[in-house]
């Protein structure tokens, strides 16, 4: 056990969910009680939406994915003020940054592995979240989702390491699993004393 936690150089971190509270997901929510619709369908539509028009991995619009989600949802409002729900509920966890910044003290490759559409950048602009780390790989930029087992193997290449030399935290389990299926060390956040505790554990901080 000892030897593997030694073997850890770098920790990825989810966005939403994970360092942020999942913004996305409950922007939709908030959207749906605002609106009094249906919260399912909403939810449901935009996470179906969001890669059924490329805008996740940069491959369509912002524009198309909001008329999408107005036909198929009942959803009223312009763009920006539907994004602007969006971002509002992207709310950074203290305790999880300052995790962070502490890895990348002690000498950790520290970056952000995110499904994320321009909005991450917008995030960034707002709260200057991309500074405290060392790379960011963001879906809309690099052209594919964590959906694709690949896409770890190229992030551990980019950073100069092994796959078993990354430690993965994400909120989704079928990323932490394809994360560990390409031979990361895998965390499945559900809270963040929970996750801290564990990382420590795993890190041997």
Not at 43 to 63: A, D, I, N
Not at 130 to 159: C, H, I, M, W
């Amino acid at each position: 056990m000892v030897e593997a936690m030694t073997k850890i150089k770098a920790v990825l971190f989810d966005f939403g969910g994970v360092l942020a509270e999942e913004g996305f997901r409950g922007g939709l929510a908030a959207l749906a009680a605002q609106q009094q619709l249906d919260p399912a369908v909403v939810s449901r539509s935009g996470h179906e939406l969001v890669h059924e028009t490329g805008y996740v991995t940069g491959q369509g619009s912002e524009s198309e994915f909001w008329r999408l989600m107005r036909e198929r949802t009942g959803l009223k409002g312009s763009d920006r003020e539907l994004s602007a729900v969006i971002l509002g509920c992207f709310v950074l966890r203290p305790a999880m940054m300052e995790f962070a910044r502490l890895l990348r003290r002690q000498g950790f490759i520290t970056a952000i592995l995110s499904d994320q559409t321009d909005w991450l950048e917008r995030l960034d602009q707002r709260d200057g979240v991309f500074r405290e780390f060392d790379r960011v790989f963001n879906s809309y930029r690099l052209g594919k989702t964590k959906r694709d087992p690949l896409l770890f193997d190229e992030v551990a290449q980019e950073l100069g390491i092994a796959s078993s030399e990354a430690l993965f935290i994400d909120d989704t389990p079928g990323h932490v699993n394809r994360a560990e299926s390409r031979g990361m060390r895998g965390i499945l956040f559900e809270n963040e004393a929970l996750c801290l505790r564990k990382a420590q554990e795993i890190l041997g901080i």
